[in-house]
């Protein structure tokens, strides 16, 4: 796609939904955070259901999770799926379906966890469910190299600090990192934060920096690597694909990303899709950019887990 | 089960989420409609993801539907499901799981469809809907026979004016109705509503008022047997299973359908679970009460079916 190509239509509808939601989390008086968690939900109003794919609930090692599994999908590779939602807001539930058509196009079982979110549980909780499912999914019989990391905006950060934490802690690394719209940037440094304001319908000035102050909490630190991988050292990294739209504020989370990751010579990928908002990939089997990037990492992952 | 049983422990967690809904629908100032039905599409959240089961969204004649496919099920049998919430709240993605297990029980395929909603589209919208469901159903093929209504709250209701309609419109009719924890009284005459107010976590006094104004908006009537039932010539209608909890203000909706059923010679089973809130099977996976109701719904309309 170049940069000139228009959005599909299909992609107006989550335009219009995240504005709806970008007015109502500006609105005065400001949303209980209960009621931004259940608005955040309806983001899988967004996907359709994938065919083919059944669910299971699990316990990952004490942590909740849910199975997706596409039929015919090999039932010994697994994509560890973290969900976005600012650590936050969301779950397995709200993020189901866009992780169903992921695993379907991998041709793997998807495993979405439900990490305990902030304020409740301010950081490193969600790095550390994230760690347990991962030991239970090797615990299982699963090789570290037939599984990949995924996740969306904050659950795109998660996938990316969960094979650093893992190699900090001696496990052998997954085989590859796929982070959608990934939200890294803590400091809320970023450009695009400004220059594309105007064209993010959700993410609006505040919202991060709110998210960012229940994440952190008391104690956790804006350049904590675990936290916030723009500081991390990324050699030795498995390969990362990385996607993001032109109209997100937090696009370059995942230019940034993949600059670092392109210097620290890992195998990167960075996909900017025109017009596209965040997290596009919710709008999966109801747009084209959403089939088609996921048609995508299909592909590109696909080899990564020895998979034809 | 008998009435001194007590409920589980597992079923605490409905009466919990239902007392908290409850709270905030009574709260001044009251809550707008789509902060209501963003509420009330977490009912889904008491249900566990059913096994085995996939999806598929599909067209049924013009109204958006979503097919629950049990792994094994009888291809030409078909539950066709309509979902609660008062006419005017929820949707098929709220309803899918319950759906799911109920149609996993029946060894079916099941059909949730997404009628038109009041106020936006007052009765007789929802019944137009369903019989245009219906039609599709029947014109794919799947003969009446094979059929079933079923469907929770005003969904109940819908189940059970839809053979009604169907006849006055020469269809034939489907096999059975189950009816959930059905909402009938459109009079608000129930004497459990006096009975039970203190024991139902959500249906306090003026939600079901309220609804039916929506429902029925400028032009229809309480009385009308096509709204509620309970004026309806029940006599040749299919075998009625209903069930409700013991604890719910809208009790008495199902033993006045089974009283007006049986008299009319209707195949009729009754079922009240004791200590149960309003539609129990939003536990389904979740709570013994309502899997014991599914696996018995399931036994009970088998072999009306045609299935062993």
């Avoid at 359709?48 to 090999?74: F, I, K, N, S």
Wanted: with cysteine; proline share 7%.
């Amino acid at each position: 796609m170049t940069s000139t190509q228009s959005p599909s239509t299909e992609s107006e509808a989550q335009r219009a939904l995240f504005h709806q939601f970008g007015e109502r989390l500006t609105a005065d008086p400001p949303l209980e955070l209960q009621a931004i968690r259940e608005m955040f939900e309806e983001f899988h109003t967004l996907a359709a259901e994938p065919t083919q794919v059944c669910y299971e609930e699990v316990d990952a090692g004490g942590v909740p999770a849910m199975w997706c599994l596409p039929v015919g999908a090999a039932q010994d590779r697994v994509m560890l799926f973290a969900h976005g939602g600012g650590f936050v807001t969301n779950g397995m539930c709200s993020h189901r379906k866009m992780a169903g058509h992921l695993a379907k196009a991998a041709g793997v079982r998807g495993l979405v966890i439900e990490y305990r979110r902030a304020p409740e549980h301010p950081y490193p909780a969600q790095l550390e469910d994230g760690i347990t499912a991962y030991r239970w999914l090797l615990g299982q019989g699963i090789e570290a190299g037939h599984i990949f990391t995924a996740g969306d905006s904050a659950g795109g950060n998660l996938a990316t600090t969960l094979p650093l934490k893992a190699r900090a802690e001696g496990l052998p690394l997954p085989a590859a990192i796929v982070a959608l719209s990934p939200w890294y940037d803590m400091e809320a440094k970023g450009e695009t934060l400004v220059s594309n304001a105007a064209t993010d319908a959700l993410v609006r000035p505040g919202l991060a920096e709110g998210m960012t102050a229940m994440f952190l909490g008391e104690t956790g630190s804006m350049s904590d690597p675990l936290a916030n991988p723009l500081y991390a050292d990324m050699a030795g990294m498995p390969p990362i694909f990385l996607t993001a739209g032109s109209w997100e504020a937090l696009q370059d989370n995942a230019d940034r990303m993949a600059a670092i990751a392109r210097s620290a010579g890992v195998d990167t990928t960075l996909e900017i899709v025109p017009g596209m908002q965040h997290v596009f990939t919710f709008q999966a089997g109801r747009s084209p950019e959403a089939d088609q990037t996921i048609a995508t990492i299909g592909r590109w992952v696909r080899p990564k887990l020895g998979l034809g």
